[in-house]
C-alpha cells in the first residue's frame, strides 16, 4: 500500500523560512517523479514545483522562482520543499504527489493524472 506523508507546515512570519518533508512508502521512490502542490482557500489546487525521478531536473512556477528549492532523498524515500522568504500569498494547504515516470516527462508533474497524493500540511504565512 503506497503511503505519501507531509510535514513540515506551520505558522511563519512573512520573509521567514519553512522546509517541507514528504515521506513515501510502497512504491520505489527513484522511478517516480514527484511534485509539490498548493491549495489556498477558494481558489483552484496549482502546481509549485516538480522534480524529476532522478532528481537532476526541476521545475518552478514563477511566484515561487529563486524563492523555493525542491529536492529529495532517495536514501530516506523523502521530498523535500525548501521555501524561503515567504510571503502572505503562499499561504495554503501544499500537497506531494507522484508520478510514475514513464507516464510523463522529465520534470513535468500534470496535476490530473499524478498517480499519488498525500493528505497536505497547512502553511500559514502572518504579514
Known amino acids: 500500500q503506497v503511503q505519501v506523508a507531509e510535514s513540515g507546515g506551520g505558522l511563519v512570519q512573512a520573509g521567514g523560512s519553512l522546509r517541507l518533508s514528504c515521506t513515501v512508502s510502497?512504491?520505489?521512490?527513484?522511478?517516480?517523479?514527484m511534485g509539490w502542490f498548493r491549495q489556498a482557500p477558494g481558489k483552484e489546487r496549482e502546481e509549485v514545483s516538480c522534480?524529476?525521478?532522478?532528481?537532476?531536473?526541476?521545475s518552478y512556477k514563477t511566484p515561487v522562482k529563486g524563492r523555493f528549492t525542491i529536492s529529495r532523498d532517495s536514501a530516506k524515500n523523502t521530498l523535500y520543499l525548501q521555501m524561503n522568504s515567504l510571503k502572505p500569498e503562499d499561504t495554503a494547504m501544499y500537497y506531494c504527489?507522484?508520478?510514475?515516470?514513464?507516464?510523463?516527462?522529465?520534470?513535468?508533474?500534470?496535476?490530473?493524472?499524478?498517480?499519488?497524493w498525500g493528505k497536505g500540511t497547512q502553511v500559514t504565512i502572518s504579514s
Open positions: 504527489a507522484a508520478i510514475y515516470r514513464v507516464k510523463t516527462a522529465l520534470a513535468v508533474c500534470p496535476d490530473r493524472r499524478m498517480d499519488y
Open positions: 522534480l524529476s525521478a532522478s532528481g537532476t531536473l526541476t
Open positions: 510502497g512504491l520505489t521512490f527513484d522511478d517516480y517523479v
